[in-house]
């Protein structure tokens, strides 16, 4: 098998696999976590201070949440 046939094959089940990706979405996420007030007053020096990532970083590990439900709580902060 040369080169251009390799580039072929995985080009083509690089298209196969974005192609049934689009035809199984999988199902749609849950709402998001309603925010911790005290975790979001902690944070808010944090984020004046820091920005914006080192934020989510300290509400994610104070309340446990993922990166969406963090992200949308600071995101409200701003």
Same mark, same amino acid.
């Given at each position: 098998?040369? &080169?251009?046939? +390799?580039?072929?094959? %995985? *080009? ?9 990706? $689009?035809?199984?979405? *999988? ?5 998001? &976590?309603?925010?911790? /007030?005290? +975790?979001? @007053?902690? /944070?808010?020096? %944090?984020? @004046? $201070?820091?920005?914006? %990532? &080192? /934020? ?5 590990? $104070?309340? *446990?949440?993922?990166? $969406?439900? +963090? ?8």
């Amino acid at each position: 098998m040369d &080169a251009s046939t +390799a580039y072929l094959l %995985i *080009g083509g089940a690089l298209f196969l696999g974005f192609v049934l990706g $689009r035809l199984n979405p *999988g199902k749609p996420l849950p709402p998001a &976590a309603p925010p911790d /007030a005290d +975790a979001l @007053e902690a /944070a808010r020096p %944090i984020l @004046e $201070r820091d920005g914006k %990532i &080192a /934020a989510i970083k300290d509400y994610r590990e $104070r309340t *446990g949440v993922g990166l $969406r439900d +963090a992200k949308a709580a600071i995101d409200n902060l701003v």
